[in-house]
């Protein structure tokens, strides 16, 4: 009985170890495309007009290599009065914290080169950068926070 427990005991540790990283986060890979996830982000506030990025040159204009990613949607303002702009990328692996990089200077771009009126300087300032499992995202409006929750709630189940 003695040995079907330490089995049982080494089992069930050795499920919790390699289903956490070497920090202890939970590695969560979820199955949704970014397509879904960015559809999360927008439907869990309301957003100006905003067009689909797909072009990869459009990525490259705003500085996000997208060799770095699996899968990738975002969409920006369609208007040049706002300033809202989503970004998700599903990152290959060992590649989060190139990809948060980038997302970085993205935002400071969107705080020191886009926004100029006082709504636009809330927005940029508002910009939330993260990243959960192999999922990396920029969310740029007034209510990102909001964004940046649905976001999470949906990745984590």
Not at 49 to 54: A, M, N
Not at 64 to 75: F, G, K, M, T
Not at 144 to 149: I, T, V, Y
């Amino acid at each position: 009985m003695k040995k079907i427990a330490v089995i049982f005991v080494s089992i069930v540790l050795a499920f919790v170890v390699s289903s956490c990283s070497s920090d202890g986060k939970n590695m969560n890979n979820t199955d949704e495309t970014a397509s879904e996830l960015l559809n999360t982000v927008l439907n869990s506030i309301e957003f100006p007009p905003t067009v689909e990025v797909t072009e990869e040159s459009a990525f490259e204009e705003m500085g996000i290599d997208l060799s770095v990613a699996e899968d990738y949607a975002a969409v920006k303002q369609m208007l040049s009065v706002d300033v809202v702009e989503v970004i998700i990328l599903k990152v290959k692996e060992g590649e989060t914290e190139s990809a948060l990089k980038k997302l970085e200077s993205r935002k400071e771009s969107l705080i020191n080169d886009f926004a100029f009126y006082p709504e636009q300087v809330e927005s940029a300032n508002a910009t939330k950068v993260g990243s959960e499992g192999n999922v990396v995202y920029l969310i740029c409006h007034v209510d990102a926070e909001k964004g940046e929750e649905s976001l999470l709630k949906k990745i984590n189940g």
